[in-house]
Antibody
Framework: EVQLVETGGVLIQPGASLRLSCAAS????????MSWVRQAPGEGLQWLST???????YYADSVKGRFTISRDNSKNTLFLQMKSLRAEDTAIYYC?????????????WGQGTLVTVSS | DIVMTQSPLSLPVTPGEPASVSCRSS???????????LDWYLQKPGQSPQLLIY???NRASGVPDRFSGSGSGTDFTLKISRVEVEDVGVYYC?????????FGGGTKVEI
């Protein structure tokens, strides 16, 4: 069974850094598209970043240069390193896995972790 | 970047009746391989989103056949043949043709 469990969400001050983790089970993060998507309170979905099997990475303009996606194959875990956090980064952050046959970028979703940026 | 626009913003529905949601992209999502790179998601209240349709018209595993996706190029439709109470939530389209991936603003379906 595919499972994605995000952790690391917290109340944090503007300007600080934070790393989110997504522990995967039931499959290998190495062999799938892995992504981060966020949802601000009461708002819609916003794609943030995707990492390919070959470690190619892609980012939304709004987070490029501030956020870094990575994975630890040995721990089967996906990460999102965030720096220079702003109030507008307040959101639920979802980890997601693509279709096994690579026909979609996002099939499975985690339950999300809440990041609140506030002084 | 590709901009996705959904309509309507809110859709009142009646159980047993059909319903449809529209999605338009600012650029064609039809790839040279013949696929339309358009996916549909449903986020039920209090839950994470779930994939309904990928590549324009392919139902994801476990998705009831009352859901169907159609369209090509820049105009797409998600149809529910007979709405059930459990279908309430916010429906999102997402283009997967090119990076950055982008979602529509969502359509809230409510009874």
């Amino acid at each position: 069974e595919v499972q994605l469990v995000e952790t690391g969400g917290v109340l944090i001050q503007p300007g600080a850094s934070l790393r989110l983790s997504c522990a995967a089970s039931g499959f290998s993060v190495t062999n799938n598209y892995m992504s981060w998507v966020r949802q601000a309170p009461g708002e819609g979905l916003q794609w943030l970043s995707t990492i390919y099997s070959d470690r190619s990475t892609y980012y939304a303009d709004s987070v490029k240069g501030r956020f870094t996606i990575s994975r630890d194959n040995s721990k089967n875990t996906l990460f999102l390193q965030m720096k220079s956090l702003r109030a507008e980064d307040t959101a639920i952050y979802y980890c997601a896995r693509g279709c096994a046959d690579k026909k979609c970028y996002i099939e499975y979703w985690g339950q999300g972790t809440l990041v609140t940026v506030s002084s | 970047d590709i901009v996705m626009t959904q309509s309507p913003l809110s859709l009142p529905v009646t159980p047993g009746e059909p319903a449809s949601v529209s999605c338009r992209s600012s650029q064609t999502l039809l790839h040279s391989d013949g696929y339309n790179y358009l996916d549909w998601y449903l986020q039920k209240p209090g839950q994470s989103p779930q994939l309904l349709i990928y590549l324009g018209s392919n139902r994801a595993s476990g998705v009831p056949d009352r859901f169907s996706g159609s369209g090509s190029g820049t105009d797409f439709t998600l149809k529910i043949s007979r709405v059930e109470v459990e279908d309430v939530g916010v429906y999102y389209c997402m283009q997967a043709l090119q990076m950055p991936l982008s979602f529509g603003g969502g359509t809230k379906v409510e009874i």
